[in-house]
């Protein structure tokens, strides 16, 4: 009998490190304020320098975000369907979640939007919104793994600042 290599590692400060035979995901499930302050990419680099015989094929950097609103589900398809379009045989289309994929120099970006809810901590009140996922995925060339995780580590202010401008303008937003 074998099990695969796995491990969940969780701090109670946020930070959670995910290890399995394909991927290392470090998460802050308690994000700061300030992006510069974030400790996945700094924690991830520490990470990888230890165990140098790795070999990773690609990181990825994601954005999670809940924006408030009344009724997603028409925010949504009223910024991008045209009305009817969907409508099939009587029928009327309730939601849409639309996906997004852009080409960045030496970056792929994926965007998903969806209407959803969230359970705020300390049972407050459920509140709709829409989800934004976003994926930043840079393809590492393997000659020196550690300094192009720590390269493409580095990008993730800059990431999160083209996130929240790609937001805006998807969305319409004047603020985020």
């Known amino acids: 009998m074998s099990t695969p290599v796995f491990a ?10 995910n290890v399995d035979e394909t991927k ?20 991830t680099c ?6 140098p015989h790795v070999k990773y094929l690609a990181v990825g950097i994601n954005f999670q975000v809940f924006i408030e609103c009344a009724n997603p ?5 009223d910024r991008f369907l045209k009305p009817g379009i969907a409508d099939f045989e009587g029928t009327h289309l309730e939601a849409s979640g ?16 969806d209407s959803g809810k969230v359970n705020p901590p300390n049972n407050a009140k459920q ?8 994926n930043y995925h840079m393809d590492l060339p393997g000659e020196n793994t550690n ?3 720590e390269e493409a580590t580095s990008l993730h202010a800059h990431h999160y600042t083209h ?8 969305l319409g937003l004047e603020d985020l």
């Not at 589900?73 to 398809?77: D, G, I, R």
């Not at 996130?163 to 998807?170: A, K, L, P, Q, R």
């Open 8 to 17: 969940v590692v969780k701090y109670k400060n946020g930070i959670v490190f």
């Open 24 to 43: 290392l995901q470090v998460t802050q499930n308690q994000p700061t304020d300030d992006i510069t302050q974030s400790q996945p990419a700094t924690l």
């Open 46 to 51: 520490k990470y990888v320098q230890k165990l």
């Open 73 to 77: 589900e028409k925010f949504v398809m």
């Open 98 to 113: 639309l996906r997004f994929v852009y080409s960045l120099p030496s970056t792929r970006l994926r965007i998903s939007l």
């Open 127 to 134: 509140r709709s919104g829409i989800l934004i996922d976003a």
């Open 147 to 149: 300094e192009e995780i």
């Open 163 to 170: 996130f929240v401008n790609v937001t805006h303008s998807i």
